[in-house]
């Protein structure tokens, strides 16, 4: 029990703590400046609005932004790599300007300043109390995620659909706990930047009516080690005291990469934060309407924990927008804009392939910041192509923009061959989307190939998934000649070299091998063979149907991503 003598020394340490944050707040900062969410930060970062960032060691950072003389806040990830990552983006970055007492003090200051102030705290009040100073920071409900709708995010119709039963989950989840279904309580949204993953989560939270609490990932890494941990159970504190709600982490990477060894300092606490974090998503009860939604640029650097059933089971990729998909986009940020009739915005959309959600939103207002600043009452063709150019000339160095035409008539080409081949030999396999937009994992552009479901597959028909593996290739030979094969069909090579490894060691199917064991001499002498053998198939098959091929690859240059129907289409004017 506390004397009222404790009370009263509690009471002023508060006081000296509230106006040595006062102080610490205005020599940081000189002026008030407006808040601004990190993801937000980071959105406006990539879209090429923020021009300068004056970075050090306090809990926020200041930055200024294009064609604005007010200063922004946000807060400081204290993330080692994020100033290089501005760098890269073309910002200034100045470091620790903005602190009055210069030099080196600029940045010991406030750590010494936070250690004391942490360690008081936890002396005056005990273990209990302490939790109030780890509570720092911690976001509370996002009140304008409620106005968002999935009517607010266009294209990314996969993804919407494979959410649609979480939002009933959240509204109804006696429903599901009634039937004993498990729904999952995890979700991954990953992708590259800017292409709606938190918009996604936001229209979730919208269209089941409960509160967002959004935070960053980067949030719960700090330098004491506890710190973290202590957030996410306050986090999650407030979601349950909130009913039903959907929580989001921004950059989950920050807490769950794949731990490394020889990475000493800091890891324990990003260990202890990831185990709060999976600690508090396995405590829920089915029967609660809380579902955590994580985001990610890339998925491969998460620790496997994280994606384990009852964790983030299930796992969306967000990717960039087809032709379609931009169209759409554009449609939705032009609705509240006077767009002049001149503007022809399904050229606009063919003019930006690459372009993420996120940067046809920066591009339309730029057209419209262009046009108020030249009063001509709506927003012409000009104003696009000036903020066209602008973009372009910002992003050009670090993403995709500038991939040749060269390349893409590559890519059309190859994917068309592996469409061709399958639609050929492989009619009881679907093809349901084939595309030449750059996936999250790396391929230049893909093709779905979903074989049926069964028990068994026959000599022919692993043949004839060999033979459509390796008409990418062969597409590539038979259009652009022996020497321009690229690398694109590493992927595809390493397939066909497990297929045919287990046709002639496994199952037994090579008629020049028979079933016996063979001497590894032989086993290389036979995989050869076989793999030579279907190539030439291959090459055969894109050559006879030349004309077809072509007419994928036109179709695809044109749309990017044709569906099933549009591709059997192509096949039945063929035939
Ligand atoms: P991410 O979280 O994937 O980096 P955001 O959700 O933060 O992307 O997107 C930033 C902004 O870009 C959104 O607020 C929205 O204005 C725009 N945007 C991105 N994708 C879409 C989309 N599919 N439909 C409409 N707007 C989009
Ligand atoms: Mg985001
Ligand atoms: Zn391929």
Redesign the pocket.
Known sequence: MKSKKGKIIGALCIFAIALAAFFIYFENTGEAAEFVPY??F??MA?GGQVTRVILNEAPVLRFYTQGSEAAYETSNPRNPTLKEKLLLMGIEVSEGANFSVGGVMSSVLPIVFFVVMFVFIIRMFGRASGKSAMSLNVTAADENAVNVGFC?????DEAKESVQDVVDFIKNPEKYAKYGARMPRGII?Y??????????AKAIAGEAGVPFFATSGSDFVQMYVGVGAGRVRELFKKARAAGRAVIFI?EIDAVGKTRTSGNTGGNDERDQTLNALLAEMSGFSSGEGIVVIA?TNRLDTLDEALLRPGRFDRQIE?GL?DLM?RK??LN??AMNKPIGRGVDMEELARQTVYF???M??NLLNEAAISAAKNGAGEIGQKDIDTAYYTIIAGSEKKDRSAIKDKERRITAYHEGGHALATKLLLPAHSVPKITIIPSTKGAAGFCVNLPPDKMYFTKQELESQAISLLAGRAAEEAVFGPENITTGASNDIQRVNHIIKDYVSKYGMSSTAGLAELSEDDKHKEYRLHINRLYDAALALVKKNFHTLENIASALLDKESLCERELDEIMMRAS
Do not use: C, Q, R, Y
């Open positions: 993801a937000e980071m959105a990539e607010h995010v266009a294209g990314n949204f992708g590259p930047p800017g292409t709606g993953k938190t918009l996604m921004d985001a967000i927008p998909g759409n986009i939705t940020h993420s959600g996120a046809l939103e």
